[in-house]
């Protein structure tokens, strides 16, 4: 009886040694999966100002994607001369997507600025400022 318990004690130390080195090897897959999806680097959006101006309290401004992805327009924030972020969508809503190779014309009214001088936009990483024509 005494070697039966060795013998069985044998099996299922085998079985777990197995097991373990299965879920050890599925552990390495998905650790190198994650490393590859990781190293995706989407990158920043590729963005400019073409031009502003500002007519009677209103300002017109055009910007356009020059790079190779959608630029959304819940994720854009301009500044006015410095101020706090005015996010995009919130006078742009013509429109939720700024697609490559697009040039939209956009109209800020209400934004308390009269002679403003500079204008900056920042989405994601990208970003382009251009003086007040």
């Known amino acids: ?3 039966s318990v060795s013998i069985s ?3 299922v130390g085998t079985a777990l040694l197995g097991i373990f ?5 599925s552990l390495n ?5 994650a490393s590859e999806v990781l190293e995706e680097n989407l990158g920043e959006p590729e963005m400019r ?6 007519v009677n309290g209103t300002i017109h401004l055009n910007i356009t994607n020059s790079g190779d ?11 006015i001369d410095g101020s706090s972020p005015i996010r995009a969508s919130d006078y742009h809503t ?4 700024l697609f490559a190779g697009e040039i939209q014309h956009i109209q800020l009214t209400g934004t308390g600025f009269t002679s ?13 400022g251009v003086s007040f024509s």
Do not use: H, Y
């Not at 080195?21 to 090897?25: D, G, I, V």
């Not at 897959?29 to 999966?33: E, F, G, L, P, W």
């Not at 992805?69 to 854009?76: A, G, M």
């Not at 204008?119 to 382009?128: H, I, P």
């Open 1 to 3: 009886m005494g070697g």
């Open 9 to 11: 004690a044998l099996i």
């Open 21 to 25: 080195a299965l879920a050890s090897l």
């Open 29 to 33: 897959n998905s650790a190198i999966t």
């Open 49 to 54: 100002l073409i031009n502003a101006s500002e």
């Open 69 to 79: 992805e959608p630029i959304s327009f819940d994720k854009t924030w301009f500044s």
């Open 94 to 97: 013509q429109t939720t997507v």
């Open 116 to 128: 403003p001088t500079r204008l900056f936009v920042a989405s994601m990483g990208g970003q382009s």
